[in-house]
């Protein structure tokens, strides 16, 4: 293992000034591959009730997280729901995955570990290293992957925090540009462009934000005609 507390420090230090989640997991990922030995990484990420993958190495991280989220089982939705470490020297054979075993077979994955990414009040995730050789990950310390995970893991809810808020002003600032343009086209006022765009949400269903977004960025109002009445 090529793992050193000094990388991991560096590491923290440079996610710090890393612009969004999306950059900052691309960093992890490819430092975990490096410093675990894995020829693939990825993150899966839970977002409300789903799990999706950002910052694969490669497309196979990506197909093979995939097809866990399709078949609801393997070794990251393992990590990721039950906040454990998981290990297979060979997932294909494994059974506690009947079905993700054998649909990973033209992947040429043969081992895989996967770590939670949690906090003591959050669940950001997990860490999936794969590897292409059977017991790959024989070697690994869980005690250093375990001490990886939990600094990366207050890095990252960091960055999705800062996401969250900019996607959250960059939507609000489309509403009150939205409604501007209602009052201009309508002559109403501020409450009356906003309750436009609330019934056409509702009529649509469609966000509020989005159908902002569209007025204002392309110009598409067509959610919007005879809602103002």
């Not at 799990?51 to 609801?72: F, K, N, S, V």
């Not at 294909?92 to 939670?116: E, H, K």
Request: net charge negative; hydrophobic share 40%; proline share 3%.
């Amino acid at each position: 293992m090529r793992f050193e507390v000094s990388d991991l420090t560096e590491l923290v230090m440079e996610l710090a000034d890393f612009p969004g989640l999306d950059k900052s997991v691309e960093r992890v990922t490819e430092t975990a591959r490096w410093l675990f030995e894995a020829d693939e990484a990825g993150v899966t990420v839970i977002r409300g009730r789903r799990l999706e993958t950002i910052g694969p190495t490669q497309l196979i991280a990506l197909r093979a997280d995939e097809l866990q989220y399709e078949l609801r089982e393997g070794p990251c939705v393992d990590a990721a729901t039950e906040q454990q470490l998981v290990v297979s020297d060979d997932p294909q054979r494994d059974d506690r995955w009947p079905r993700w075993g054998p649909a990973i077979a033209g992947l040429g994955i043969r081992s895989v570990v996967a770590v939670d990414l949690v906090t003591e009040t959050s669940r950001f995730g997990a860490l999936n290293l794969y590897g292409r050789r059977h017991e790959q990950f024989a070697h690994l310390d869980p005690d250093e992957l375990r001490l990886f995970a939990d600094h990366v893991t207050a890095s990252l809810m960091a960055a999705k925090v800062v996401d969250s808020l900019e996607s959250a002003l960059a939507q609000r600032t489309s509403i009150g540009r939205a409604e501007g343009i209602l009052m201009e086209r309508f002559s109403i006022d501020a409450v009356a462009a906003f309750a436009v765009l609330k019934r056409a949400s509702q009529h649509s269903n469609v966000k509020v934000g989005e159908i902002s977004r569209l007025l204002v960025d392309e110009g598409d109002d067509s959610r919007i005609r005879g809602m103002e009445s």
